[in-house]
């Protein structure tokens, strides 16, 4: 039977055997790598090699695999995810110390949300979201955040796509859903009451950017139990409006007044204002 990968590119295939380690199975044998990617198994033994060579994966004593750090080097050099991660990161953890449940920054990807941050407690209820984890846009309070800014088009090739439930109390049919987005948009936040797990509550506010658009969403998942929660909603919304302000300020160039200190540095770092001041001058690389 002819591999799937048939035609693909070095790089495509690549990619695929990186898109086969994942947070339940991180490492592999090339056998398993060879299975998951549809690649043949002399093709994966010599790309592993490569992938393995320059970093991008390692190599442990059990011959099997895992993701090498040198992809975490190249993912923070992103302006856009990681960026974004940077600018929220100290509003996230100002309302975390406030919530003390789970707190998360979440962005829309295809059909998903993406996470870009999470901070939890010890002694927090359960939640499902990992770092770089996904869950369907439909199924979690940050998701219906994203999902409510969607343009119609775009909104109804979502509805016409499955819709996965994890609970009973899952939205998973169109017309609940989009009667779910119109309460988002009017209410400006998102509220799930067992979703994911009966014992969690998603809580979420939208993050807007320089132009006015939803870029990410900030949410919590707190106890589903009887416990007052709008609270919650202010403390997210303060997080989430401080993030707008400071992606406003990073969106101006270095020479406008009104700009933070090495302004055009800020969708990539965020650091204290000196930091950003020192990052933003041209210096001398010493050979």
């Not at 994942?22 to 002399?42: H, M, V």
């Not at 969607?150 to 499955?162: H, K, N, R, T, V």
């Not at 169109?174 to 998102?190: E, F, H, I, K, T």
């Not at 900030?218 to 403390?235: C, F, R």
């Amino acid at each position: 039977m002819a591999k799937a990968s048939a035609g693909r590119s070095a790089l495509s295939r690549q990619i695929l055997l990186l898109d086969s380690f994942s947070t339940n199975q991180p490492f592999l044998t090339i056998s398993q790598l060879s299975r998951r990617s549809g690649l043949a198994l002399s093709t994966t033994h010599r790309l592993m090699a490569e992938l393995t060579e320059t970093g991008l994966t390692e190599r442990l004593d059990d011959r099997t695999y895992r993701l090498g750090v040198r992809l975490w080097e190249l993912a923070c050099r992103t302006p856009g995810a990681i960026g974004l991660r940077e600018t929220a990161s100290p509003y996230l953890h100002d309302a975390h110390a406030v919530i003390r449940q789970h707190v998360q920054l979440g962005i829309a990807d295809g059909r998903d949300v993406l996470f870009l941050e999470r901070l939890s407690m010890q002694d927090a209820v359960v939640s499902s979201t990992i770092i770089g984890g996904r869950l369907p846009l439909h199924a979690s309070a940050t998701g219906l955040v994203l999902l409510a800014d969607s343009d119609p088009d775009a909104l109804a090739d979502f509805l016409a796509g499955a819709l996965p439930s994890y609970t009973d109390a899952t939205i998973h049919e169109p017309r609940a859903l989009r009667a779910a987005l119109a309460d988002v948009r009017r209410q400006g936040y998102a509220v799930t009451d067992g979703h994911i797990h009966p014992s969690a509550r998603g809580v979420a506010v939208p993050v807007v950017g320089a132009a006015g658009e939803t870029v990410a969403a900030i949410g919590a998942v707190v106890p589903n139990d009887s416990q007052p929660w709008l609270h919650i909603v202010q403390t997210l919304r303060t997080a989430a409006e401080r993030t707008t302000t400071a992606l406003r300020a990073a969106a101006r160039p270095a020479s406008d007044p009104d700009a933070s200190p090495g302004g055009r540095y800020r969708a990539l770092v965020h650091s204290s204002d000196q930091s950003m001041e020192f990052l933003s001058r041209d210096r001398p690389i010493r050979q």
